[in-house]
């Protein structure tokens, strides 16, 4: 049940209903939410809900041994416990087959014939986002930031459905308080807002996006010049943009209208000046977990270590790249930013070993800095893109030996692009605030009119039927 | 660090007093979003009818058509379904037409060419064929860089890994032209939501081509509306229709001067959905047995493990996954592998020596 569709408006309108109608009653409103997100989760694969259901049992008897352990070494083991048995089955899932064709391909190339039985089963929906979403709850809890959750609370957070599929990624210490107030809409202009933009964003730029440029170019690049294919790269950045972030929105202003407030995911990333500050503008709930749950404690350990030390961003990164899927193309893409941020920081600590600061922030040096850092995450993207290494290869000649003809780049998909970078470059006039400042000041009715013209734009500018979306595949 | 989010605060005027929800108010946004979703039903009544109408055939799809018919009556007599027609038209986005085919006209004969190739017969012989219509053997020309072959890859979402693979895999070929056109969710059993007998027909009269490899059948194991109403998928009246038209692709092309190079459906990891591709891989075998113009490429045996579902198939270097998640579509190494095997029987027909 993907969101932008008929189905999941009326899904919504009914889940939303009901829980208006049990609103004083906390438990029922639990209650509601809790099946109406296993339905969903259910309309792909209802055999997927053991996995959640999974997820949700391991995770409670794990956060009361971490709380309930007499002793630190108990605690300390009811953590482990927990976090290993949800990277196992993430791992089942997700990088078994991974793996064993790797090791099979790696003897091959030694000359040892060997067999891996492979378990070829689909990857459940969300997988990632869940798992590390319950890594998230122990080590809370272990560490004393949130006590262990009542079963039903810490079952309708993990099986959310406005994240349960792609996030954001949230902690049950910011989710399960505001159970108490669903279902009152904080800010349900703010919200209305969120959802439509996020349609536009998936609905109509998106799906042009990948229609008219991206899959084309990256299947069949040979069929390309050089320039459409590096601009077919450029493309997918902006593609990626529009969709994970579309999302999100969609996500948010749902949640928002049920009184959810979910933390923001994105903040014009391709405004940022390096890489570091790009991973504080993308993905940021990622970008948060992997601060917290890794960096930190492991900077803390292995900080001053000669060698680990200097290397943890690029190690991290390279885990990121993992997790975002199993294939080497996800870890080339880890490694790239790994690399630059391992880079970055290098200068940074040279500089300040040496005594000497930022060069002075002229124009010319902000615009290098912007265009040094597109060019890394687009590289980054190639590989995140690419169907496999060849094909990323394949791309990468092309642009090197290819032509240099446009024929096939349009001005609408030249204006769409350079349009999804440059908002987020200038500091976009307030129109679309004032917008639903005014829409929230009007009546009902104009609001609904509002809101049927906007749906109606939207679909009317987005094709028949919608892909999923890409994040879908993490 | 902080660890956690401080959660808004609610507006003064809504603030719970003391901790328990409050109802003024609650029920507003949700009747505005049912206002605008009723309004949008009726702003946007012809797509929801269309919508309804693309809908797999049976009493599912029955039931939305007729929902659906309630806001488009409206909408005509309110005429709320005017602004879409007209951003529409502005658009030029194109009408897909009715839910009933007519049968089109059998295509003519394939009129028979000169041959400029030593020991080729240049009329070839009148072949019998199920739909009564017969076609002639072709004669082929000599591809060269400065005339290439010109191939169109046509069929649904199959199409779009393999189709790629086939244009990557003719790239370095200068003798070849490949152009692909793949539609997502279409077939031969829904020309109301795609007409490929009429796309084959523009096509044909846009220009001359050579070849034509065809993929369809992924989304064509479903009912089908006739004149006569819905028959559901795997009656005999269902199969002689879709052997129909299956005959009347392979003829139309034939008449057009192309050869056919007619993709069967591989194994699938579903045993129910591969026994319906099985069914409807045993009509375009048949059909294209009865035309010297028509090859079948037998996808099942060349993504398969003695004939069983495999995910992943050996290529020398270990076990490469040759299908996609859902069991169903290729993957690239898979498409690579299926493109190959069209690509030789192109070029032993052509004879365009590698």
Redesign the interface.
Known sequence: MLFPT?RF?LFF?VT??VL?GV??RPVARRVVLLGASWAFYASWDWRWLALVWSMIGINHVAARGVAWSPTAGGRRLALVLGIGADLALLGTFKYYDFFA?SV??T???LGVQASVP?L?V??PLGISFLTFQAISYLV?VH?G??VPAPLLDEAVWLSFFATVVSGPIT?A??LI??L??V??????GA??ALVLRGLFKKVVLASYLASSVV??AF??P??FSATEVLFAVYAYGALIYVDFSGYTDIARGVAG?LGF?L?ENFDAPYRAASVQEFWTRWHMTLTRWLR?FLF?PLGLRYGRHRIIGPLLPLLIMLAAGLWHGAAWTFVVFGGIHGLALVAERADRLRRRRLGIGRPPDTLGRRVLRHVVTLQVVSLAWLFFRA??MS?AWAMLHRIATGPLATGQITALAALTVVGIYGLQLVRAPAVAERVQAWAGRTG??P???????A??VV???GP??VAPFIYFGF | ?A???P??T??PD?APPD?????RG????????????V??AL??AD??Q??AA?QTVGWERDVLVDLAAVPQEVADASRLNR??RW??SL?G?PDPGGSVIERPAPPPARPPVESDVPGTDPTGSSTSTSSSTSTTVPARRTPTASAPLQVAVLGDSMM??LG?SI??GA??DDRVETT?EYR??TGLTRPDYFDWPGRVTELLASGPLDAVVVMFGANDAQGMVLPTGSEPFGTQAWLDEYRWRVAWVMDALAAGGADTYWVGQPVMRSDSFSARMAALNEIYASEAALREHVTYVDAWSVLSVDGAYA??LDDG?????VRQ???IHL???GGDRLAAVVLDEIRNDWRLDR
């Open positions: 008929i408006a309108m939303w209903g208006l609103r004083d064709e099979v391909g003897l091959d190339l492979l070829q689909a990857l809370e560490r930031v949130t902690r210490s910011e308080p505001q108490d107030r279902p009152r809409a904080t800010d349900p919200s209305f899959d084309e299947a069949s040979a069929a209208l407030h933390p917290d930190t169907e496999s094909a009902p009715v609001q609904a009119v509002g809101l049927a013209g749906l109606t679909d009317v500018l028949a039927g | 660090m660890l956690t989010t959660t808004p609610l507006p809504e901790g328990a929800p409050r109802s609650a029920w507003r946004p949700f009747v505005v979003a049912a206002v605008a979703l309004l949008g702003l946007n797509e929801l269309r919508t693309r602004p879409r951003a529409e658009l986005t779009q890994v790629q244009v990557n790239a370095g692909l997502v969710s995910s992943h270097s270990g076990p490469t996954s998640s859902d069991g993957s690239r190494a």
